[in-house]
Structures are given as structure tokens and as C-alpha cells.
């Protein structure tokens, strides 16, 4: 049976870490499924891996929903989160809910949004109606083009207490998830420990609920330049599964992130 998010909470709540992988096709999600994965996240990232863009912006909804049937068809217990892609949530609430409800149609179980505070209102809408939303901040890479490059986020004591308290606002906007990417550990401890929903951090040290990694970037099938925050699970491992459940063991024992992974 399939994960729920109070599972998710209880799993949070008793101190056990939650493993997410970015997840694209059937045979991914089945041994990511086998592996002890608890999120798979079809994350917009696929505009990068599966496609060779070199940005997320333009992936479309019909290659999410795509992508999301794909994944629910070859997994049985994992959590399925769906990225809403660039443009598909940006000028309304209205629009974000017509197309969150695509993806929930086509099996998601919950959308993620890329913003802070801006994304307060919309969040709150979709809650409203239905549709469990996790929340991206920090490095949100839809909006490279304003941050002028993939850049750490939070660096500063103002920048943290600016990500604490956009982290509060979704939260109490009905966030369920708040997923945090490229800043500082000590930021990213600051609003995990800020709030009672579980964090998910990449590239956001260990002091988080749980870590995700782009299944591609972990299995060095990604040829581009790596994150700081990006470990080779593959090597020494006699095959994907095995990588994957290393990477799920590294997470849940919190030796994944170390140090040498962190800002
Ligand atoms: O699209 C993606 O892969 C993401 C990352 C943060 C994991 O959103």
C-alpha cells in the first residue's frame, strides 16, 4: 500500500529520515520502490536529464503528466510528489489548481511549488481544494534567470531569517512538505527546526527531516559538472538497486550529507 502523508509525518515524527529520489519511468520507480525509496519526486530536473535542456523552464505539463503515469504504473509503496513545471502555477491560484489537478488525476499524491512567499496565496488555494503541496525554497532553479546563476541561497543571517519566515507563512498556508535547496546547514537547521512539518534537504547539510538527490546525479549516469552536494552512490556497487539502497541507508543512518557535501 502505497505511502500516505500521515505516514510520512509519523515516519518524521519519530526521528526516522526521509529518503526522496527524483524519479522519471516504471523501472526507476520499481527498483527505487524495492529500495526502500520513500518519495519519488518527478521533478522538473528531467527537462535537464531526460531531455538535455540546459534549464528546467522548458519542460511542459504534458510531459510531467507523462512522466507521472509512468512512475505510479511501476511503483506499489512509495510516495509520489509531482513538480508543477515553469508557468504551469505562476500567475494564479486558479491556474496552479487547474493544473495541480491534472497531476493529481494522473496519480500524484502531492505538487510542489518552487517560492517563498509569493507562493503563500496559491498554496493556501490548492489546500484548500484538495490538492497537498510541498512547498521549494531556498535555490529554486525555475528562476535562474533572476537569480543569475545556480547560486547558494540563505547566506547571509538576514537571507536565513528571510527563509524562516517565507518556511512559517507556507506552512501555515497548509504546506506539507518543505523542501529546501543550496544553502548554508545552519540555515536550513533554522527552519526545519522552525517548523513542525518535515524538511527535505538538497544540499542543505543533515540537520533536515530527509534528503533527496536526482536519481541520475547519484548513479554518475549524468554527465554535466556535479553539486557540491552530490555523491556517487554508485561506485563500488555491483548494481542500481544496491546504490540505491545505499543511498537510502546513508540517509536514514545520517551519514549522507557529510561535511564535504555541505555549505
Ligand atoms: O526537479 C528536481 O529534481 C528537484 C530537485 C530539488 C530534486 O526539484
Redesign the pocket.
Known amino acids: 500500500m502505497r505511502v500516505t502523508i500521515p505516514k510520512l509525518q509519523e515516519r518524521a515524527r519519530s526521528g526516522e529520515k526521509l529518503a526522496m529520489l527524483?524519479c522519471y519511468d516504471a523501472s526507476f520507480a520499481a527498483t527505487s520502490d524495492a529500495a526502500g525509496v520513500d518519495i519519488l519526486?518527478i521533478?522538473?530536473?528531467l527537462g535537464m536529464v531526460i531531455q538535455g535542456h540546459d534549464s528546467?523552464l522548458p519542460v511542459t505539463m504534458d510531459e510531467t503528466e507523462y512522466h507521472v503515469r509512468c512512475v505510479v504504473r511501476g511503483s506499489q509503496n512509495a510516495f509520489v510528489l509531482a513538480?508543477m513545471p515553469f508557468g504551469s502555477f505562476q500567475e494564479s491560484p486558479a491556474q496552479a489548481f487547474r493544473n495541480a489537478a491534472r497531476l493529481m488525476a494522473a496519480g500524484a499524491q502531492m505538487v510542489?511549488l518552487e517560492g517563498g512567499a509569493t507562493m503563500v496565496e496559491t498554496t493556501r488555494f490548492l489546500v484548500a481544494r484538495g490538492i497537498p503541496v510541498c512547498a521549494?525554497i531556498g535555490l529554486t532553479p525555475q528562476s535562474v534567470n533572476t537569480l543569475g546563476g545556480y547560486r547558494v541561497q540563505g547566506k547571509s543571517d538576514d537571507a536565513a531569517s528571510r527563509l524562516v519566515d517565507d518556511a512559517k507563512a507556507l506552512e501555515a498556508a497548509g504546506a506539507a512538505l518543505v523542501?529546501m535547496?543550496a544553502m548554508p546547514a545552519s540555515a536550513a537547521k533554522r527552519v526545519t527546526e522552525a517548523l513542525t512539518v518535515p524538511t527535505i534537504g538538497?544540499g542543505a547539510g543533515v540537520d533536515v527531516g530527509g534528503q533527496?538527490l536526482?536519481v541520475y546525479d547519484m548513479l554518475d549516469i549524468f554527465p554535466g559538472r556535479k553539486a557540491r552536494f552530490v555523491k556517487n552512490f554508485m561506485a563500488g556497487q555491483p548494481s542500481v538497486k544496491a546504490a540505491i539502497e545505499a543511498y537510502v541507508k546513508e540517509v536514514k543512518a545520517k551519514t549522507f550529507p557529510g561535511p564535504e557535501h555541505c555549505f
Open positions: 527524483t519526486l521533478g522538473d530536473s528546467t513538480d510542489k521549494h523542501l535547496e538538497i533527496v536526482v
